[in-house]
């Protein structure tokens, strides 16, 4: 399955949008670099070669920039077309695919840099953790579960609880290599990574496979 990344340009003139697409792209670079408190308005504008009172006429505040480079990053990696169910194909295929983008996307230097960043600021910002959450992974955990509950519906697989086997999947996805990641552990190769994600989806489908008469 190869999806095209979303756009996450709002509406507007195409000047418009190309300034909000560089500030997007300089707060990509920015946070995961900085931390939230270490990135101010002023560095994005300036790495966006746009002033600060541009940035804030496209996004308001610094929490509502961040939160937006959040969705855009799970977007550009995980696109909402990437749930889309042929219920005619082969799941291990599908499933694979969606794995390979979670994996991609956790692995990420950007990702693991948020994560650090909000580990390390979830006591005095617990909003920001939460808004993080709610715009991140619990988008991508409803999209896996409707993918599952498709598949459910057409009796492919044989789930009670679909949302809660999607956090299962995310979670035996992430297993050991991303915490070795988290802590500068060293880097799976491509054929390690391979393996582990056939693994993964091999094992969930044994759990949750339909048996056929």
Known sequence: ??????????????????????????????????????????????DAGVSKLT???????????????????????????????DVKAPIRGQLLGVARAFFGLMMSDEALGMHRTLVASSRQSPKLARLFWEAGPMQVQAALAGMLQKEVD??????????????????LLKGEHHARMLFGCGQPSAAETEAHLEATVDMFLRAYARNHP
Do not use: W
């Open 154 to 171: 057409a009796h492919q697989l044989d789930i009670a609880d679909a949302r809660l086997a999607a956090t299962q999947f995310f979670a």
């Open 1 to 46: 399955m190869n999806a095209a990344p979303e756009r996450c340009n709002g509406p507007g003139r195409p000047k418009d949008l190309e300034k909000r697409a560089a500030i997007l792209a300089a707060a990509k670079r920015l946070f995961p670099q900085q931390g939230f408190e270490g990135t101010s308005m002023d560095a994005v504008a300036a």
């Open 55 to 85: 940035v804030y006429s496209h996004f308001g505040s610094k929490e509502a920039l961040f939160i937006e480079t959040v969705r855009c990053k799970c977007g550009d990696l995980l696109p909402l077309t990437l749930f889309k169910v």
